[in-house]
Every structure is written in structure tokens, then in C-alpha cells.
């Protein structure tokens, strides 16, 4: 169980850094 938490939160990682990438990014251009 604990395994198969840390792999979905592996998974939502990147994701994660995309979201906060993207609204760096729309901060600049705007």
C-alpha cells in the first residue's frame, strides 16, 4: 500500500511542477 502511494506520487510530480511552471510562465508573459 505505502509503495503504491509513493508511486502515485511520483506520477503527480511532474505534473505538478508543469502547473507551477505554467503560471510562472503566464506571470511574465503578462
Known sequence: MKE???QK????APFMLL???GLHIL???T
Do not use: V
Open 4 to 6: 503504491e502511494r509513493e
Open 9 to 12: 506520487k511520483a506520477m503527480l
Open 19 to 21: 502547473q507551477i511552471g
Open 27 to 29: 506571470g511574465h508573459t
